[in-house]
T-cell receptor
Framework: LAKTTQPISMDSYEGQEVNITCSHN???????ITWYQQFPSQGPRFIIQ???TKVTNEVASLFIPADRKSSTLSLPRVSLSDTAVYYC???????????FGKGTMLLVSP | GAVVSQHPSRVICKSGTSVKIECRSL??????MFWYRQFPKQSLMLMAT?????????EQGVEKDKFLINHASLTLSTLTVTSAHPEDSSFYIC?????????????FGPGTRLTVT
């Protein structure tokens, strides 16, 4: 399974755009990139998933360069409720097992 | 849609007793269910993978005789912590993979906080 590296923590203010980058240098051809959000004492919540280029949904965008060795989760106009831990995961969807890294603790301040 | 529930949300038990945690997919059938454990300020650690009707596959270092997993139906998986000890105190989270073509998103339950005294 590809190992991921993320910043341990990030700080932002309400209304700003936040970009969290994840490195996955040994990503395999069949691997997809998935991001989850977790609040304290809750299960992770799926945010977005992609394979290449750009994916956008109602809550975030995911940018993946051509070499796929990194990815960036973009959260537009964050609010206080976006304070959480964000996990980047890389894996083969067929086998489905997820390996969680340490995640990025995002703190949004007023 | 895609809601996963866990019961109980919190449980306190005495050392040496067994505790059963249920994980249900409420509005979909799950091909596979997963069990994770999370210690305070740490990431999730996969414990085991279970497919309906077959034996669970445990990750290295997880004792299969201590953490019994039963995946009796496409909507229910149970984790039983047998002879619990204080070091088993943790946050246990299940997830489910929908049984439909093109579904690659795991949906997580809200977690169960186990405290062994």
């Amino acid at each position: 399974l590809a190992k991921t590296t993320q910043p341990i923590s990030m700080d932002s203010y309400e209304g700003q755009e936040v970009n969290i980058t994840c490195s996955h240098n040994n990503i395999a051809t069949n691997d997809y990139i998935t991001w989850y959000q977790q609040f304290p004492s809750q299960g992770p919540r799926f945010i977005i998933q992609g394979y290449k280029t750009k994916v956008t949904n109602e809550v975030a965008s995911l940018f993946i360069p051509a070499d796929r060795k990194s990815s960036t989760l973009s959260l537009p106009r964050v609010s206080l409720s976006d304070t959480a831990v964000y996990y980047c995961l890389v894996g083969d969807l067929i086998y489905s097992t997820l390996t969680f890294g340490k995640g990025t603790m995002l703190l949004v301040s007023p | 849609g895609a809601v996963v529930s866990q019961h109980p949300s919190r449980v306190i038990c005495k050392s040496g007793t067994s505790v059963k945690i249920e994980c249900r997919s409420l509005d979909f059938q799950a091909t596979t269910m997963f069990w994770y454990r999370q210690f305070p300020k740490q990431s999730l650690m996969l414990m085991a993978t279970s497919n309906e009707g077959s034996k669970a596959t445990y990750e290295q270092g997880v004792e299969k005789d201590k953490f019994l997993i039963n995946h009796a139906s496409l909507t229910l998986s149970t984790l039983t912590v047998t002879s619990a000890h204080p070091e088993d105190s943790s946050f246990y989270i299940c997830s489910a993979l929908p049984r439909r073509t093109g579904a690659y998103e795991q949906y997580f339950g809200p977690g169960t906080r186990l405290t062994v005294t």
